[in-house]
């Protein structure tokens, strides 16, 4: 399983960025397939995942971030907007066993990944 993020960069408070996830070597069909972030000096953070049945998101990006996919390109991809300076992390798309239910607060723990893409966002 290989995914390869991309899409990060500078962006300005209230701006927006399309993240990009490509997975090589599987379909996405039978994979739930999620985003994290980590900023440097804190935790890794479930930002939101897509199944076939389940779409989540977590708290702080409910409203701006949209999750959606193409299997047809093997590809699943993160809008987000009206971003924050506290949305500043490297991202990292990855597998999931499952998607958690809309009510859950976190989401499971990351199967496998690839290397992340940078977001930052200027006050």
């Known amino acids: 399983v290989q995914l390869q993020a991309s899409g990060g960069g500078l962006v300005q408070t209230g701006g927006s960025l399309r993240l990009s996830c490509a997975a090589s070597?599987?379909?996405?069909?039978?994979?739930?397939i999620g985003w994290f972030r980590q900023a440097p000096g804190k935790e890794r953070e479930g930002v939101s995942c897509?199944?076939?049945?389940?779409?989540y998101y977590a708290e702080p990006v409910k409203g701006r971030f949209t999750i959606s996919r193409d299997n047809r390109k093997r590809t699943v991809y993160l809008q987000m907007n009206s971003l924050k300076p506290e949305d500043t992390a490297v991202y990292y798309c990855a597998t999931y066993s499952a998607c958690p239910g809309s009510d859950s607060d976190s989401m499971f723990p990351a199967a496998s990944w690839g290397r992340g893409t940078l977001v930052t966002v200027s006050s």
């Open positions: 070597q599987f379909a996405l069909d039978y994979y739930a």
């Open positions: 897509i199944s076939s049945s389940v779409t």
